[in-house]
């Protein structure tokens, strides 16, 4: 069968295009999993981002496939309507399957047409369950055996039991297929830049992570002679940075420390590393796992720092996770002391942070603007998004405090509820205000090797804005224009 995966073109503020292209980790490794006859192309619609019409309808007409498939995160799912329609219009026999978050966790919306017609929905985990639908696709046509499969039948849709995931173990997951990609053109800053995986799944139940509804609290691992080869094939590739996609690598930091031994090991420490972190992990273990991730080529950390406020921390389920611990006894928030190790290991903070919860105030959302402007060096504020089926979703639902549902704004940096205390729109405006600036003054680096990221940063704003001859409202409005203008991908 010819099958051509599509991830979507949506970007959001943090990650603009023209420094930051990612590929989506899912597909490849969805490609690198399907019986080796089939003719599979990946394709990463963040690199076309202006040109995804006349890009979709190219591909459909070279691949000819017989499937395609779309990844989705839910702020994605306007689009993915769009494309789905768009393929169907050009193709009208065609197969649609859908995987990822945003099917995953909101299944009713792709059963019931508004996200779009679509024929298979692949729930959670996809490798198995994608590599049975096309056998039984181009043999039997029986699909109620294939767990984790939605599918439509006789104009009704059935939901095969949800499947187990895999514990990673032997090699039931293979590679994945770098080979399939269709487009090129992936950049971090200037560097070519690819994904890797090394475990999946983590043990917390932080209330706004859509994790634990995706796949349960369980932590499983690759073997790393499974990881090393990812890498070198990520490097035969062509990348020079690699971002690792773990939902949470530090779980098990001894395991973490060793694979930095094995990375300097086999001399695949001349790449630069990106990884998310937990304070905690960091801070109880940085005297020995800082160095050796240093060592290792790790270069950027994104820490879940979420908040610095106790209260706000609860609310997020996210206390636990940045607690400081000594000689067993919990000493207090973590943030300080992993920011601390980072730094002396001349590593740079991506520093994710949550601000606009129920109970902020505009004193408790500027603490974490202050504390961000003095401590991180790349700001990664988002406001609390309600994804499906996550436990902050209710919480903001049950205390009526959501005031968008408009959901390709559920992007992170849109404000879409609101606090007890404070508009969604003067949250945001803080946000904005404040951001905008300390993007600028941590990181040279970032505008010198893509200066049109200061361009994008400053969008909205005019000469008059910056010499304080104007409302700054007025530029944040204007930014708010450009934003929404920039959701239309086709
Ligand atoms: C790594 C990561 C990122 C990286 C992305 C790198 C990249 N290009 O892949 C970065 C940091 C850039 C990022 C950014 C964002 N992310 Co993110 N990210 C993740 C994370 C940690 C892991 C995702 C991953 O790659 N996993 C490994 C792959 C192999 O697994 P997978 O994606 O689940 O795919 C499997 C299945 O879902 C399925 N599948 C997926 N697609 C498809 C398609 C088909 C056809 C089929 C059959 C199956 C299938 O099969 C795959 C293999 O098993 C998750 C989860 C988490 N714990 O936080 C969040 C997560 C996916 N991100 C999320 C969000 C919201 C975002 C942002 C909007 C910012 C934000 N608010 O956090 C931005 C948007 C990015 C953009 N386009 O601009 C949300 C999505 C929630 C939702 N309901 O949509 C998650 C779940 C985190 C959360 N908040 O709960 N993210
Ligand atoms: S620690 Fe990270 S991956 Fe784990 S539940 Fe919290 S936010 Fe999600």
Same mark, same amino acid.
């Given at each position: 069968m010819n099958v051509l995966l599509l991830s979507m073109p949506d970007s959001f503020e943090h990650m603009p295009t023209v420094g930051i292209r990612m590929p989506n980790g899912a597909l490849t490794s969805l490609a690198g999993n399907v019986d080796p006859h089939h003719r599979i192309a990946v394709a990463d619609l963040i690199l076309v981002q202006r040109r995804v019409r006349e890009t979709v309808e190219r591909l459909l007409k070279e691949l000819n496939p017989d499937m395609v498939g779309l990844s989705v995160m839910t702020f994605q799912r306007k689009t993915a309507k769009k494309i789905i329609d768009l393929v169907r219009s050009l193709r009208p026999g065609i197969r649609v399957t859908v995987g990822g978050y945003d099917p995953s966790m909101a299944v009713d919306a792709y059963t019931d047409n508004s996200a779009g017609v679509v024929d298979f929905i692949v729930r959670g985990e996809g490798e198995i369950t994608f590599r049975e639908l096309l056998r039984a696709h181009e043999s039997t #046509?029986?699909?109620?055996?294939?767990?984790g499969l939605s599918y439509r039948k006789g104009g009704q849709f059935y939901h095969n039991p949800d499947r187990t995931v895999n514990r990673l173990e032997g090699e039931e997951i293979g590679l $994945?297929? %770098? /080979?399939? %990609?269709?487009l090129r053109g992936y950049t971090l800053l200037g560097r070519p830049v690819d994904v890797i995986e090394t475990s999946r799944g983590c043990t917390f139940d932080c209330s706004f992570c859509s994790i634990i509804e995706m796949r349960g609290r369980n932590f499983y691992t690759y073997t790393f002679d499974r990881v090393l080869a990812d890498i070198r094939d990520a490097c035969a590739h062509g990348a020079r940075a690699i971002f690792?996609?773990? /939902?949470?690598? &530090? @779980?098990n930091v001894r395991r973490f420390e060793a694979l930095c031994r094995a990375i300097i090991e086999a001399g695949l420490n001349k790449i630069d590393y990106t990884v998310q972190a937990m304070t905690s992990a960091i801070a109880n273990h940085g005297d020995t796992l800082a160095p050796l991730m240093r060592q290792a080529g790790f270069r950027y950390v994104f820490l #879940?720092?979420?908040? +610095?406020l106790e209260n706000d921390l609860e609310f997020l389920r996210a206390s636990s996770k940045n607690t400081e611990h000594q000689n067993g006894r919990r000493t207090g928030n973590a943030t300080l002391k992993a920011i601390d190790h980072l730094h002396r290991n001349k590593m740079y903070i991506v520093g994710g942070l949550i601000v606009g919860? $129920?109970? /902020?105030t505009r004193d408790s959302v500027e603490v974490n603007l202050e504390f961000a402007r003095r401590y991180v060096d790349w700001p990664y504020i988002q406001h609390p998004t309600p994804y499906p089926r996550t436990p902050m979703t209710k919480d903001f639902r049950d205390r009526g @405090?959501? +005031?968008?549902?408009?959901?390709?704004?559920? /992007? #992170? &940096? &849109?404000?879409v509820v609101r606090s007890k205390y404070l508009s969604a729109n003067d949250m945001e405006f803080m946000r904005w205000r404040a951001e905008r600036w300390m993007k600028t003054r941590h990181m040279p680096a970032a505008l010198f090797h893509s200066p049109q990221m200061f361009a994008h940063t400053f969008r909205g704003s005019s000469f008059k804005s910056f010499l304080g001859f104007e409302d700054e409202r007025l530029a944040f409005e204007r930014y708010r224009e450009i934003r929404k203008a920039e959701r239309a991908y086709l």
């Open positions: #046509g029986d699909y109620e055996h294939i767990a $994945p297929n %770098r /080979d399939a %990609r269709v690792i996609v773990d /939902d949470n690598i &530090t @779980l #879940g720092i979420e908040n +610095i919860n $129920p109970d /902020d @405090l959501i +005031i968008n549902e408009n959901l390709d704004e559920y /992007d #992170g &940096t &849109t404000a």
